[in-house]
């Protein structure tokens, strides 16, 4: 692999006037936050490129340590002709997220044994050869597990000469869909067997990173509402089984197309969250669960629900989203036809697609287009990435609702130093704290060709009350919204100034916000949540009129507490 080279936007040999909007607004922050140029290839001096263990929280000095970060554009849910069940080539879906702005790319194809035969490195061959071609993106090789006893995973690591070894064993030896531990059913015997061998697969990832056999890898919990499988409990094993690589779940599932009025049907809702509940779903959902929400996932837009509750013990599990591309809205191409006597089980690869004049069905967008995961980085890098993904420093957003984002807590007695995204405050029961939020609006028409504007800024906050006894909850019921900022018309880049206190308890804050076109009340009430994401009426879910963002938390510890 040739040497990284930073993007056109980060690169001062490339002119400002050879640049996008998208580029010049890009660029602008990143000088704001001093890292542009050398300082961004080579990382601020003051900066550490990977975060603290948790277990180093109590040495840290109480105003916390804020570092100067520029946020990279990614997607790291991708499949290709190298998933059994997707359309395009591996330079096809490269192209579009360059187009789109994306710094940084995971393909993640589908656990197959085809693809364990042959496909992975087939597609790891393309990739090498992408990385010395493209030096400025970023791209890595993945795969999408079939999580035994439960549904999908996101799992990548860093480029390295074991990368594509590591995949194909994970699979072969931990996949649920090649080893047949699915889901089962109430009366299935192995439904335990098969829950303590997706928490053995993730062991073996752990290990394999804390010998040195990769410098890194990450697993994510992909569209987890969507069947209703993945229960409480199990979300909580694999998070304690790997704390490090296992860092959270999807916040909004790819397929944000499939609802766009008169496509696929009078039935089809957005991340094709069509499904009612089954005897292999977890019973305790309420059948509103398989819904999506302004387009986000159940889990996290209920305000007080199972993402909250997981946050209320106090430990970080971040949220994405992505565009899990597998066939675009109003694309032509098709599949191509396989020659005689082979399939994908023969060759790990579908034959390359063909253009038509017809659109073809498909529910998603190409990656960068609609759904974009935004990671601080304090230099530019693959392992840059994935230490800002370790470490929460994680807002997203859907139809480039924003151009910028960044969030810092701290002392009002200590100004200058703070927290950001992920981070933990150390603080004295009573202190004053402030939130401050700057923006930066959309600068330019998004891919539909609308300015996106952003309506308001809402504040949910949470107590942390430690490790729940029922590890099947997904309520936090100290969650709710404590602050909303209209900031209808408000343009360029702004500083709203939020003041907290800390109270008797520890507690995080979070940030979420709209266009504004659609509300409600949130799923738990008006009182937890007063104007929060809506189910769109099926077959009646245009994504570009209802576009929200959503950023991690910020922990704050009282002593005492």
């Known amino acids: 692999m040739t040497e990284q080279q930073l993007p056109t936007w980060a690169d001062p040999a490339v002119s400002a006037t050879d640049l996008d909007p998208q580029g010049v607004s890009r660029r602008g922050l990143l000088r704001r936050a001093g890292l542009f140029g050398a300082a961004f290839a080579l990382g601020g001096a003051a900066a550490p490129a990977v975060a603290a263990p948790a277990s180093a929280a109590s040495d840290r000095r109480l105003g916390g340590d804020d570092p100067r970060l520029a946020y990279l554009v990614g997607d790291h849910h991708i499949h290709s ?21 994306l710094d940084w790319m995971v393909f993640t194809e589908h656990s197959n044994f ?8 087939m597609e790891h061959e393309e990739i090498l050869r ?6 400025r993106q970023l791209i890595f090789q993945g795969l999408e597990w079939y999580i035994p006893a439960a549904e999908h995973c996101t799992v990548f690591s860093a480029p390295g000469a074991h990368e594509v070894d590591l995949l194909t064993r994970f699979e072969s030896a931990y996949d649920g869909k090649l080893l047949g531990y699915d889901k089962g059913g109430a009366a299935d015997a192995d439904t335990a067997r098969n829950e303590a061998h997706a928490v053995k697969a993730l062991k073996w990832l752990d290990q394999q990173r804390r010998t040195g056999y990769v410098d890194d890898v990450l697993v994510l919990a992909n569209h987890p509402m969507r069947l209703g499988i993945d229960s409480p409990h199990e979300m909580r094993a694999w998070r304690d089984a790997a704390p490090d690589i296992m860092i959270g779940m999807e916040g909004a599932p790819g397929a944000q197309g499939a609802a766009i009025p008169g496509w696929r049907g009078a039935t089809s809702i957005r991340g094709e969250y069509e499904n009612k509940p089954s005897a292999q779903s977890w019973p305790g959902y309420p059948a509103d669960a398989y819904l999506t929400y302004g387009g986000f996932d159940w889990a996290t837009a209920t305000v007080g629900g199972l993402w909250d509750s997981m946050l209320a013990e106090g430990r970080l599990f971040s949220i994405t989203t992505n565009s899990d591309a597998h066939r675009i809205v109003f694309d032509t191409w098709k599949n191509g036809d396989w020659p005689a006597g082979q399939n994908f089980d023969t060759t790990g690869k579908l034959p390359d697609p063909v253009n038509t004049t017809t659109p073809q069905p498909g529910s998603d967008f190409w990656p ?24 929460g420093r994680v807002w997203l957003d859907h139809g480039h609702l924003l151009d910028g984002l960044d969030v810092r807590l701290e002392r009002d007695c200590d100004h200058g130093r703070g927290v950001t995204l992920g981070g933990r405050l150390r603080v004295r029961k009573g202190e004053k704290l402030t939130l401050n939020v700057t923006v930066t609006t959309a600068s330019r028409p998004n891919p539909q060709g609308i300015l996106p504007e ?19 909850t997904w309520r936090a019921p100290d969650t709710r919204v404590v602050r909303t900022a209209d900031v209808s018309g408000r343009k360029g880049t702004y500083t709203l100034r939020v003041p907290l206190t800390a109270g008797d308890e ?3 804050v979070r940030l979420r916000g709209s266009d504004g076109n659609r509300h409600g009340a949130g799923y738990l009430g008006s009182s937890v949540d007063p104007h929060g994401p809506i189910p769109h009426a099926p077959g009646d879910g245009d994504p570009w009129a209802d576009t929200w963002f959503y950023s991690n938390p910020v922990f704050v510890d009282v002593a005492g507490a």
Do not use: C, I, W
């Open 81 to 101: 002709v190298y998933s059994h069940d997707a359309k395009y080539t591996f330079s096809q879906l490269a192209a579009a997220s360059a187009k789109f702005g």
């Open 114 to 121: 085809g693809h364990a035969k042959f496909g992975a490195a």
């Open 130 to 135: 992408a990385r010395a071609e493209n030096p």
């Open 368 to 391: 960068g287009q609609f759904s974009r995961t935004h990671v601080g980085v304090t230099r530019y890098g693959y392992r840059a990435v994935m230490a800002g993904l370790r470490a």
């Open 454 to 472: 952003l309506a308001h800024v809402d504040v949910v906050r949470g107590a942390v009350r430690g490790p729940v006894a029922d590890r099947d």
């Open 506 to 508: 520890s507690f995080y």
